[in-house]
């Protein structure tokens, strides 16, 4: 062996040497300093932390009536993740559940996509209430489905099914980009979050706290033997409304009975309470809860009757002969009409531009005050109103409507509340400028657009002439109606409504009260409001009131108007809102119907079934009148 050779030997075995030293230091790293810490990392990727659905709280009536509850449910569900990742693999794993479950195969295939769509990390449910047989066997088999199982949820209950579901709303899955906003941060994919109504508004009182517990799982991921430690779950806190079940019911029914689309407000006149609060055409909350029928779902959104529409505080309407108490009052406090004033009905207002208004029905009336004005609903006296608010006052008519709540919204403690329309010449002659300016409207002149509304002429005396019989470009929610009466009849407080009372833990006992303040107090003089609300009793329960023939056998004395709103090339819309008791007004109630004609031929019908709900009033209670004015033009 040469000298040279055997530097390469030494090399080489040096080398060798070293590689064999740096591997048995490292296993004897891992063995015996790291072991331990392994074995730990080993024994937790066999443990998994499963969430515990907590239940959401009750929703309860202010008699403590559940609107809305739980129950459990046994779900079938997919984990699209844990299919087998091959194609034939996994078609055959769901022909298989096809046919043991006997939904149709192409049915659980679109649930999967279109929920996978919108929901990417959570569970597909494919069937809330499974077969008693399909669950068995599914538990028995679940090595042969995997990703496949039955799980025990919580869904929401609707005991009274469609009551008030436009005020419960529903609930919803949490979406991906919700999960990323502080107030859901603590949800994880497939928790319940309320998605609209008093669920939505009320959603961090309702919801609970999940729980969690910690399982061994075997080498396919699936749990196997008893829990190794468990957090539990809290169950959300329960609302208390001030929501009336059986006024609620009254309300709904006489809605119903007539069968086109309105609404209607019960509201305390002290506190702004809502005793009870619908529309019509109303929906099943149920159909939002998983899996969410489309064809179900696209019928309610494409519904040309808009049944998702809360129309009690997001119908925007001209509000009738409704108004004119307001106009009354605004006359009254400017300082345009004294109470004993006499203003001569002839039949016909002469605008001076050539156009002469005249009253509904060609009714002449001849001389009146203004408290027998209200009891027959004279539009000509209110015309003269108009016009002395519209040459006499700055904008008087405009200022108290909105003193007493028209206008914004009201406040109320339900999503998406709709504002109303008080118009000013202001307002109208800015709009005339955007129609003649053609930049203003995307390049064309009078293009109806958000912000950019329809109108050809500039404000004049015939506008406030017909705001004051609450016609023209008016718009009201009948909730803004309802607190606009209460202000008059409990004397200038304009109150908030809502309808959460206070909140109760899952035991009943106490947590919140919600006292909202009024939102503002207005100066109104006492004779004004007095001579008022004579008025309104007079139409309600005087032989000759435009509401006798629907009130004057009722047991107790009421304030109530009628209002009826002409619409271009349809039916009248029929309005009616009432104080009650008449001498120290407690409730207010608010009803109009798309379509329903005269204000006493269906609106007042409505109010009075509610009314009946409220004093306990009994068929048998009610008088037989012959003759009044039901129906009668106003």
């Not at 108290?400 to 000013?424: F, I, M, R």
């Amino acid at each position: 062996m040469t000298s040279q050779f055997a530097v390469r030997v030494a090399v080489l075995s040096g080398i060798a040497l070293v590689a064999f030293a740096v591997i048995f230091f490292r296993l004897w790293y891992l063995e015996v300093l790291s072991g331990e810490e392994y074995l730990k990392q080993a024994q937790n990727n066999r443990v998994r932390e499963l969430t515990i659905q907590a239940a959401r709280g009750k929703i309860l009536d202010s008699n403590g009536k559940a609107l809305v509850r739980n129950r459990t449910a046994l779900s079938l569900q997919v984990r699209p993740d844990k299919l087998p990742e091959l194609a034939p693999e996994k078609n055959a794993e769901l022909e298989d559940l096809a046919k043991v479950s006997g939904l149709p195969l192409q049915k659980i295939k679109r649930e999967i996509r279109r929920q996978t769509k919108e929901l990417p990390a959570s569970p597909v449910t494919l069937q809330q209430d499974a077969e008693r047989d399909l669950i068995f066997f599914l538990r028995e088999r679940g090595d042969q489905f995997p990703g496949i199982s039955i799980e025990e949820v919580y869904v929401r209950d609707y005991p009274r099914e469609q009551l008030a579901s436009h005020l419960m709303g529903f609930v919803a899955e949490v979406d991906e980009n919700q999960l990323d906003e502080p107030q859901y941060e603590s949800l994880a994919p497939g928790d319940q979050i309320g998605a609209a109504g008093l669920e939505l508004q009320f959603d961090s009182v309702l919801r609970g706290r999940n729980g969690a517990t910690r399982v061994q799982v075997d080498a396919s991921g699936e749990p196997r033997g008893k829990p190794l430690s468990e957090i539990a779950p809290e169950t959300g806190n329960s609302l208390v409304l001030t929501l009336d079940q059986e006024l609620q019911q009254a309300g709904e029914a006489g809605l119903a009975s007539f069968g086109k689309p309105g609404a209607f407000v019960a509201m305390s006149t002290e506190d702004g309470s809502i005793l009870g609060m619908g529309s019509f055409p109303n929906f099943d909350p149920a159909v939002f809860t998983p899996p969410v029928s489309q064809r179900k779902y696209d019928a309610l959104f494409n519904d040309e009757a808009k049944p998702l529409a809360n129309r009690a505080s997001q119908g925007q309407y001209p509000t009738g002969s409704t108004f004119k108490p307001v106009t009354a009052l605004a006359a009254l406090e400017e300082g345009t009409l004294t109470p004993t004033e006499t203003i001569v009905d002839d039949g016909a207002f002469d605008l001076g531009d050539g156009n002469v208004l005249k009253n509904a029905g060609d009714a002449v009336y001849g001389p009146l005050q203004l408290q027998r004005a209200l009891q027959v609903s004279s539009d000509i006296f209110f015309y003269t109103l108009g016009d002395r608010a519209d040459t006499q006052t700055d904008e008087g008519i405009q200022n108290w409507a909105t003193k007493l709540g028209l206008g914004p919204p009201t406040g109320l403690d339900l999503p998406y509340e709709s504002a109303g329309l008080v118009p000013t010449p202001e307002w109208r002659n800015e709009l005339y400028a955007q129609a003649a300016d053609p930049d203003s409207c995307g390049g064309e002149a009078r293009l109806f657009e958000p912000g950019c509304y329809e109108t050809d002429r500039k404000w004049s005396t015939g506008d406030n002439v017909n705001l004051a019989i609450g016609q023209g470009d008016l718009l009201a929610t009948p909730l803004q109606m309802a607190v606009a009466y209460a202000t008059i009849g409990n004397g200038g407080d304009v109150v908030r409504p809502h309808l959460g009372d206070s909140v109760q833990d899952p035991f009943g006992r106490p947590v919140q009260d919600f006292t909202p303040a009024p939102r503002r107090s207005v100066d109104i003089d006492p004779a004004y409001r007095q001579v008022i609300l004579d008025g309104l009793r007079d139409a309600a329960m005087e032989p000759t009131g435009t509401s006798f023939g629907v009130f004057g056998g009722f047991p107790y004395d009421i304030a109530g108007k009628t209002g009826t709103v002409e619409r271009d090339g349809q039916l009248d819309q029929s309005w009616y809102v009432a104080l009650a008791p008449y001498d120290n007004p407690k409730v207010v109630i608010a009803a109009t119907v798309e379509g329903g004609g005269f204000g006493a031929d269906t609106a007042a019908p409505i109010v009075r079934g509610i009314l009946s709900a409220y004093f306990d009033v009994k068929p048998k209670d009610v008088k037989d009148v012959a003759g009044g004015a039901a129906g009668a033009a106003e």
